[in-house]
């Protein structure tokens, strides 16, 4: 049973970098049938989509995101990071690590649990 | 980015009700749509992939239909469980994955 957990600071101040990571169990991150994303949610809003990486390192981004996102992997530990620079209060927001298939289904099928990140001085 | 439009954003329903929901998507996506069910304070759950294929151990009372830009998920008889937020997504374009803006569906 495939499953994710994010980690990373609960708090981060404005202007500076929110640093969270995903960690797979249950499977291998370099399965090459899939893809790693992160997704984010504000506080009573819908779901925004950040990211994806590969485990051979080829990542995507949302435009919208794209000039302060970063989207490593590292398959040593079976786990891939995301880093967003010069955040702003808008960035408050529950952020989920998931998977999708490597082929044109980019539908997710598994997500870790979230975790609320708070942009606040 | 295609845009992913859910109507409505929120009703009221009773138990045993069938249910519909809409979903409109900006431009033709095929059947490059999926459904996700999201409880308070827990991660969205895959229901249904390419507009009407059931995710493994997803009741069958839940259905979706449609392609091109106008898709729908019912709920055939709705059970208490089932009150919850729901949401679209296509994966026809990308980047980016566009999700629409949810439906809540209450008691």
């Known amino acids: 049973q495939m499953q994710l957990q994010e980690s990373g600071p609960g708090l981060v101040k404005p202007s500076e970098t929110l640093s969270l990571t995903c960690s797979v169990s249950?499977?291998?991150?370099?399965?090459?049938?899939?893809?790693w994303g992160w997704i984010r949610q504000p506080p009573g809003k819908g779901l925004e989509w950040i990211g994806n990486?590969?485990?051979?390192?080829?990542?995507s981004y949302n435009p919208s995101l794209e000039s302060r996102v970063t989207i490593s992997v590292d398959t040593s530990k079976n786990q891939f990071s995301l880093r967003l620079s010069s955040v702003t209060a808008a960035d408050t927001a529950v952020y989920y690590c998931?998977?999708?298939?490597?082929?044109?289904?980019?539908?997710?099928?598994?997500w870790g649990q979230g975790t609320l990140v708070t942009v606040s001085s | 980015a295609i845009r992913m439009t859910q109507s409505p954003s929120s009703f009221s329903a009773s138990t045993g009700d069938r249910v519909t929901i809409t979903c409109r998507a900006s431009?033709?996506?095929?059947?490059?749509l999926a459904w996700y069910q999201q409880k308070p304070g827990k991660a969205p759950k895959l229901l249904i992939y390419?507009?009407?294929t059931l995710q493994s151990g997803v009741p069958s009372r839940f259905s979706g239909s449609g392609s091109g830009a106008d898709f729908t998920l019912t709920i055939s008889s709705l059970q208490s469980e089932d009150f919850a937020t729901y949401y679209c997504?296509?994966?026809?374009?990308?980047?980016?994955?566009?999700f629409g803006g949810g439906t809540k569906v209450e008691i």
């Open positions: 431009q033709m996506i095929s059947t490059y």
């Open positions: 249950g499977g291998s991150i370099s399965n090459s049938n899939y893809y």
């Open positions: 997504q296509q994966y026809y374009s990308y980047p980016p994955l566009t």
């Open positions: 390419d507009a009407s």
């Open positions: 990486i590969y485990y051979s390192g080829s990542a």
């Open positions: 998931a998977r999708h298939a490597h082929t044109i289904k980019y539908y997710f099928d598994s």
